[in-house]
């Protein structure tokens, strides 16, 4: 994290719609710290 | 009380304090009163969504920090549906910071902005790159960046 408030979207990781299954960037520091399991996305996965 | 305001182009602001592109956004709603500024720069957004860089965009030093974000955005779309709402809850004028690989690029997404009431001004990003001038910047050569200012007016 860098600013730490959302705004300068260094902490962005790819998170996995459960709908769509498409991949959208989400701050780490503001949508969460904590994410929904079935959303994160790691390489390789 | 002291009359801070001030005019630029005909844009009344109530004092000089423009902050740089970005760095108000909603993460500060709630550690400062918004109205206290003379008015909101947005974080820069595109016409159409990009990635920006690929992770990791952040570098620590031993003195400090290096990013790369490379703009990334959802949209002129999804800006307008639901990021001018934030900005339209505070009372100082917004300015939205604007970006375009290319000159007519520029003139359509503020075609598109002067249909959405509600933004006073826009800021021309002009330190992205120019893909129809081999990537370079177009604030690098002063006929591109007026190229870009003739297209926006």
């Known amino acids: ?45 | 009380m002291t009359d801070f305001s001030v005019n630029i182009n005909g844009l009344r602001l109530a004092n000089p304090v423009m902050p740089a592109s970005g760095t108000f956004a909603e993460g500060l709603a709630d550690v400062i009163d918004f109205n206290r500024l003379g008015a909101f720069v947005t974080k820069t957004f595109t016409l159409h969504p990009r990635s920006g860089n690929p992770l990791p965009r952040v570098c620590e030093l031993d003195s400090a920090m290096l990013n790369a974000i490379g703009i990334s955005s959802k949209g002129v779309e999804d800006f307008i549906e639901y990021t001018l709402p934030f900005y339209q809850r505070y009372a100082p004028p917004l300015i939205a910071s604007i970006s375009a690989p290319t000159t007519q690029e520029f003139a359509t997404l503020a075609a598109r902005l002067s249909e959405v009431p509600g933004i006073a001004a826009i800021e021309a990003n002009i330190s992205c790159p120019n893909i129809e001038e081999d990537g370079r910047a177009f604030a690098i050569e002063p006929v591109a960046t007026a190229r870009v200012i003739k297209a926006l007016r």
């Open chain 1, 1 to 45: 994290m860098a600013c730490g408030l959302g705004m300068c979207y260094c902490c962005v990781r790819p998170m996995r719609d459960k709908e769509s299954q498409t991949l959208t960037d989400k701050r780490v520091c503001y949508d969460g710290p904590v994410f929904p399991l079935h959303e994160v996305c790691y390489d390789g996965f």
